[in-house]
C-alpha cells in the first residue's frame, strides 16, 4: 500500500474504532517509511493529538488560533491538552499556550 492509497482510505469515511485505529498506525508507518510529510485534516482533536508532530488550530473564519508543536506524546495529557484546543476553539482567540508544546 502507498500513502496514496492510505490517504483514499483514511477520507472514505465511517469505519469502527477498531479499523480507524489500524489504519491511523498503518498510515503512520507508510508516511515513515517513505519518509512523506503528510497533513491530516481532522475534527477529532484526539486523533489530532495522537498522529500529530504539529497541529494548527483554526477557529472562524479560517482564522489560525493555535500552531502547537507536539514533543513526545503521553496518553495521560491527551485530555488535558484536548480541553485547552477546545477552550482555543470555543473563545475563536489566539495565542493561549498549551503547556505541552511549543505555541506560535
Known sequence: MSVESAIEVLTSGCVD?????????????L????????VLVTH????????GGRILVFGKPA????DIRLRGSSTGEIPRLRSEIQRL???????????RGDVA
Not at 508516511?31 to 503528510?38: H, V
Not at 482564522?63 to 493555535?66: F, H
Not at 476553539?89 to 503547556?99: H, R, S
Open 31 to 38: 508516511a515513515r517509511t517513505e519518509g512523506k510529510t503528510t
Open 89 to 99: 476553539i470555543q473563545a475563536n482567540e489566539p495565542g493561549a499556550k498549551t503547556g
Open 17 to 29: 474504532v477498531v479499523t480507524a485505529a489500524a489504519l491511523r498506525k498503518n498510515f503512520l508507518e
Open 63 to 66: 482564522r489560525l488560533l493555535a
Open 44 to 51: 477529532q482533536l484526539e486523533e489530532a493529538i495522537e498522529m
